[in-house]
């Protein structure tokens, strides 16, 4: 399995990355994975209560789901394997320590974490404080904020 596997290494070299676009976690029961398909969705997991997509608040908005609450999307820019242990860990007690919610996404390449649109600006502080790099993270784009 290619990707890092050393947790001190995936810490210092996560490079945070904010996603200026909302996103809003959905569920349907009715639908299915080809319908939600066509919605653009970023994921999608199927539950027993069913389907499970996280969609671009312009997409939830067609379907009038906009006023769920909103996330932002952190991606962790590190390439991690997917045995690699700790990570997710250690990225979910720095955002509990500081009260801040985080849902996170595994995916091939890289972690994903979903905070609080409210909240996105301070994740990314301590991310980068966790990494030992205070300095400004880089950002995916620009804007936020709900519309």
Same mark, same amino acid.
């Given at each position: 399995?290619? /990707?890092? $596997?050393? !947790?001190? $290494? !995936?810490?210092?070299?996560? #490079?945070?990355?904010?996603?200026?676009?909302?996103?809003?976690?959905?569920? @349907? *029961?009715?639908?299915?994975?080809?319908?939600?398909?066509?919605?653009?969705?970023?994921?999608?997991?199927?539950? $027993?209560?069913?389907?499970? *997509?996280?969609?671009?608040?312009?997409?939830?908005?067609?379907? /009038? !789901?906009?006023?769920?609450?909103?996330?932002?999307?952190? $991606?962790?820019?590190?390439? &991690?394997? !997917?045995?690699?242990? /700790?990570?997710?860990?250690?990225? *979910?007690?720095?955002?509990?320590?500081?009260?801040?919610?985080?849902?996170?996404? *595994?995916?091939? @390449?890289?972690?994903?974490? @979903?905070?609080?649109?409210?909240?996105?600006?301070?994740?990314?502080?301590?991310? #980068?404080?966790?990494?030992?790099?205070?300095?400004?993270? &880089?950002?995916?784009? &620009?804007?936020?904020?709900?519309?």
């Amino acid at each position: 399995m290619s /990707g890092e $596997t050393d !947790l001190n $290494t !995936l810490i210092a070299q996560m #490079r945070p990355m904010l996603d200026p676009v909302p996103y809003v976690f959905c569920t @349907f *029961a009715t639908k299915s994975m080809t319908e939600l398909a066509l919605c653009e969705p970023i994921g999608l997991f199927a539950e $027993t209560e069913g389907l499970t *997509a996280l969609l671009p608040v312009e997409q939830a908005r067609d379907l /009038g !789901l906009a006023e769920a609450e909103w996330f932002r999307r952190i $991606t962790l820019t590190v390439h &991690s394997s !997917l045995d690699a242990v /700790g990570l997710t860990a250690a990225v *979910a007690a720095a955002l509990a320590d500081r009260g801040i919610p985080a849902n996170v996404v *595994a995916a091939y @390449f890289h972690d994903h974490v @979903f905070v609080p649109e409210e909240r996105a600006e301070e994740a990314m502080s301590v991310l #980068r404080h966790l990494a030992g790099d205070d300095q400004d993270a &880089s950002v995916i784009g &620009s804007g936020g904020g709900r519309t």
